[in-house]
């Protein structure tokens, strides 16, 4: 159906984001595409969405030459895009994002009418097996509903073209559950006879379970392609980041005892509404782990902690002095940092360099005579680009071309430069590929092994487990276990999932 042959694309001069790549789409069928952050993923669903126009190589649909100027140009093609950060307004209503730039077919004299908007709505939604309000404002949705409506904003498709689609799946799994992610995998399923699929994601398990074949992406180059049926997923890692899969993989050797200082103490803490009469302390060099299903209350704690959300009740101890924190400017008074789940949106902005970024939290450290020292900050960020290893050109590249994990580095570095003894990690590997993440485990054992304390969430229990000292299971608001996870006495799966539900 598509094809794309020699295709290479530049966006800094010698630096190739693509590179002579070669992929084809057949028809009825699923692609998977896997790569390290960094290795061409984005780019390569950019430029065949019409984001992005290549440098050289050509694209062909059905074996004709095809040209796409923009993504309308796609559109009219029959090929969508499911982005991984979502491209819905949050203001506006189910049907008004489903047929966003479409309202024509709708309007008479400048008047919308909104019955037909709302009935061809429920059509696409029904294509996919769902029941959303199409009145509801988006906002008011979760975000795996939301990500359903981006499936049925893409299908609209179907209508303008006589041919089946192509839709580009950009990570839309990173956010969502495991009972989610079967939902959205049914829904792919069953579309499969009238449209083909590529199917990006760092998870090598869902890419193998969804997939009919999978193309490896290295260095901006297509390095592999197999039949989904005939690989493993530690062989398509090792494909990837050139290693094999490290039986040590959380780096639970590196795993020491913490020191006896308290550094975050709650008693009785709550905030109406959310989570009530929470006790926990975290010392200085652990790792506590709170589990809990979406709504458990343990989003609304941490971001209490980090003082986005302060407390109506209870009790907060930093370092021993009880605070309660109104601002995260507060929070990053006291030592207190946060690397939220939304690094693209919380965590980073994205038009200042990484330098810029890094020095953000705490100016000081590259303050002369009141200031800035421009040279001193780019030391700084040229230090910290060396330590994480950050894929970047220099510590003057914008935040915004840089691949998921080299931006999430940035925000790990911007917090120790700022000397924070608190860090608050929600989902610290969201969007990472397997080997940025055994990456960021080192340095949580690092930072673990100098003292700091810190206050995890994360995407799986498995990760939950494998880094931290201790693990709290929230459930409706409150801590309902405390389970010790010791390096060597790791606590099962099981066991937390029935304190969870």
């Given at each position: ?218 260095d901006g180059k297509v390095v592999a392609e197999h039949e989904a049926a005939k690989v493993t997923g530690p062989e398509l890692h090792e494909i990837m980041v050139g290693r094999g899969l490290h039986t040590e993989y ?252």
């Open positions: 159906m598509l094809a794309a042959k020699g295709i290479s694309k530049s966006f800094i001069a010698g630096t190739y984001a693509l590179n002579n790549v070669d992929i084809e789409i057949r028809p009825n069928e699923v692609v998977g595409l896997i790569g390290e952050n960094g290795a061409g993923k984005s780019t390569l669903m950019r430029v065949l969405s019409g984001t992005h126009r290549p440098d050289s190589g050509t694209l062909t649909l059905d074996g004709q030459p095809l040209r796409l100027r923009n993504s309308s140009a796609a559109a009219a093609n029959g090929i969508g895009m499911v982005f991984q950060e979502q491209s819905l307004l949050l203001n506006l209503t189910v049907a008004e994002n489903i047929y966003l730039g479409q309202e024509q077919q709708f309007t008479r004299f400048g008047i919308v009418n909104w019955r037909a908007m709302h009935e061809a709505s429920r059509r696409q939604l029904a294509k996919i097996g769902v029941d959303i309000d199409v009145t509801a404002r988006t906002s008011e949705l979760t975000f795996a509903a939301r990500q359903m409506v981006e499936l049925a904003k893409a299908l609209t498709l179907e209508e303008s073209v006589d041919r089946p689609l192509v839709i580009l799946l950009d990570e839309p799994t990173s956010v969502l559950s495991a009972s989610d992610i079967d939902v959205l995998f049914a829904r792919v399923r069953s579309l499969k006879s009238r449209a083909s699929f590529v199917f990006v994601s760092h998870r090598l398990d869902e890419v193998l379970r969804i997939s009919d074949r999978v193309y490896t992406m290295k959380y780096k639970e050797a590196q795993q020491i005892a913490p020191q006896s200082e308290v550094m975050v103490e709650a008693k009785d803490l709550g905030i109406s509404g959310f989570f009530h009469n929470v006790d926990f302390s975290i010392r200085a060099g652990e790792v506590v782990g709170i589990a809990g299903v979406v709504g458990s209350g343990r989003e609304e704690l941490t971001r209490a902690v980090g003082g986005f959300l302060p407390h109506t009740q209870g009790t907060l101890k930093i370092a021993g002095e009880t605070v309660r924190l109104t601002s995260p400017g507060q929070a990053v008074r006291k030592s207190v940092g946060y690397i939220p789940r939304e690094r693209r949106v919380e965590g980073l902005v994205m038009f200042l360099s990484i330098a810029e970024n890094i020095t953000l939290a705490d100016l000081s450290h590259v303050m002369r005579r009141g200031a800035i020292d421009y040279g001193k900050e780019r030391r700084v960020a040229t230090d910290w680009i060396k330590r994480l290893r950050i894929k970047a050109p220099g510590p003057d590249t914008a935040c915004r071309k840089l691949s998921g994990g080299n931006q999430q580095k940035v925000v790990l570095a911007r917090w120790m430069t700022a000397g924070s003894r608190i860090l608050i990690l929600d989902h610290p590997t969201r969007g990472l590929d397997v080997g940025a993440k055994e990456e960021v485990y080192e340095f949580i054992r690092q930072l673990s092994g100098q003292g700091i304390a810190i206050l995890l969430l994360s995407d799986t229990l498995e990760e939950t487990i494998g880094l931290s000292h201790t693990v709290l299971v929230m459930r409706d608001g409150e801590i309902t276990a405390r389970f010790d996870a010791a390096a060597g006495k790791k606590p099962d799966q099981v066991e937390l999932v029935a304190a969870m539900v």
